[in-house]
């Protein structure tokens, strides 16, 4: 079973940039693709961004298309978020998510990590 790790949460302002990372404990495949979804109080959980790690092909929710950019390093199986331009509707626990045979990618999620935007 992969085990998927985030950091990178915190507090920000609205405007401010968070970079987000999410490593997982074993080499991956790159058919082995990524995303990450967020859940904010009281909401259901949405898709934020996933990429296809053997194209680099990315797809964002539209919420966050042209603020937000995914990206992998995978030599250290390792995915980004990177957020700018936060507002506080950004505000959720962010999980990162993994697997082969769902889209987005949802087999494997990690524990979540705050990202709170606030002044």
């Known amino acids: 079973q992969v085990r998927l790790v985030e950091s990178g949460g915190g507090l920000v302002q609205p405007g401010g940039s968070l970079r987000l990372s999410c490593t997982a404990s074993?080499?991956?495949?790159?058919?082995?693709?990524m995303g990450w979804f967020r859940q904010a109080p009281g909401k259901e959980r949405e898709f934020v961004a996933a990429?296809?790690?053997?194209?680099?092909?990315?797809y964002y929710a539209d919420s966050v298309k042209g603020r937000f950019t995914i990206s992998t390093d995978n030599p250290k199986n390792t995915v980004y978020l990177q957020m700018s331009d936060l507002k506080s509707d950004d505000t959720a626990v962010y999980f990162c998510?993994?697997?082969?045979?769902?889209?987005?990618?949802?087999?494997?999620w990690g524990q979540g990590t705050q990202v709170t935007v606030s002044s």
């Open positions: 998510t993994g697997g082969h045979n769902t889209w987005p990618p949802r087999n494997h």
């Open positions: 074993e080499r991956l495949y790159s058919s082995y693709h």
């Open positions: 990429i296809r790690r053997n194209t680099g092909n990315t």
